[in-house]
């Protein structure tokens, strides 16, 4: 089975400055990739998600993710941290190629400095 | 568009008791999940249905059931509640079985088994 492994479960981040929160997979074959993110006490939003095509992936508030299968990793970047970005952020990976189970890495809470 | 929604939002359960987690979709996804957040441990499969009258244990179902009639329905049954079944549940569903649409979250149910 595949797996997802995100790298600190807390990052703090001044306003205005990179955002780079880490997730590496675990895969034989190439797979889907997503990111999630999650405002308190609400539920998963897509943020993006990788696909086979393109290999960097933008999606919204200006977020990206490069998917580098060298290092079988999926970073997810902002240039320019804003404090609205403050939310726990989910990467996942699906369990089987063309497979609708996802499996879910245990998050990464991004705090946003004044 | 209501997406996914749940109900309730919070609930309070003694041990022993029993209640259904409510999740109803106006999307027509065939596919729906129900997973659990704990805190570090991001989400955990407890159930999923790929159409009406089909259902599947995921990665934690002992403790639950479901049932999936109608393709919009698909409730979450808890039988004699536990301290451990404390956590927020979230449905979700997939437009597509090929695993690269992503999902559709509801916004959650907070339950706490005192």
């Known amino acids: 089975a595949q797996s997802v492994t995100q790298l600190g479960s807390h990052v703090s981040v001044s306003e205005g400055a990179l955002v780079l929160l880490r997730c590496n997979y675990s895969?034989?074959?190439?797979?889907?990739l997503f990111w999630y993110v999650q405002y308190p006490n609400q539920g998963l939003q897509l943020l993006l998600k990788?696909?086979?095509?393109?290999?960097l992936v933008k999606g919204i508030n200006g977020f990206e993710a490069e998917f580098k299968k060298s290092e079988t990793s999926f970073h997810l970047t902002k240039p320019s941290a804003h404090m609205s970005d403050a939310a726990e952020y989910f990467c996942?990976?699906?369990?089987?190629?063309?497979?609708?189970?996802?499996?879910f890495g245990t998050g990464t809470r991004l705090k946003v400095l004044a | 568009n209501a997406g996914v929604t749940q109900t309730p939002k919070f609930r309070i359960l003694k041990i022993g008791q029993s209640m259904t987690l409510q999740c109803t979709q106006d999307?027509?996804?065939?596919?729906m999940y129900w997973y659990r957040q704990d805190p570090g441990m991001g989400l955990k499969l407890i159930y999923y249905?790929?159409?009406?009258?089909?259902?599947d244990k995921g990665e934690v179902p002992n403790g639950y059931n479901v049932s999936r009639s109608t393709t919009e329905d698909f409730p979450l049954r808890l039988e004699l509640a536990a301290p451990s079944q404390t956590s927020v549940y979230f449905c979700?569903?997939?437009?597509?079985?090929?695993?690269?649409?992503?999902?559709?979250f509801g916004s959650g149910t907070r339950l706490t088994v005192v």
């Open positions: 979700a569903s997939s437009r597509s079985g090929q695993g690269n649409y992503g999902y559709t």
């Open positions: 895969s034989s074959v190439p797979p889907y």
């Open positions: 990788y696909t086979s095509a393109a290999t």
């Open positions: 996942a990976v699906s369990d089987q190629p063309g497979t609708y189970k996802y499996i």
């Open positions: 999307m027509n996804h065939n596919y």
């Open positions: 249905s790929v159409g009406a009258g089909i259902t």
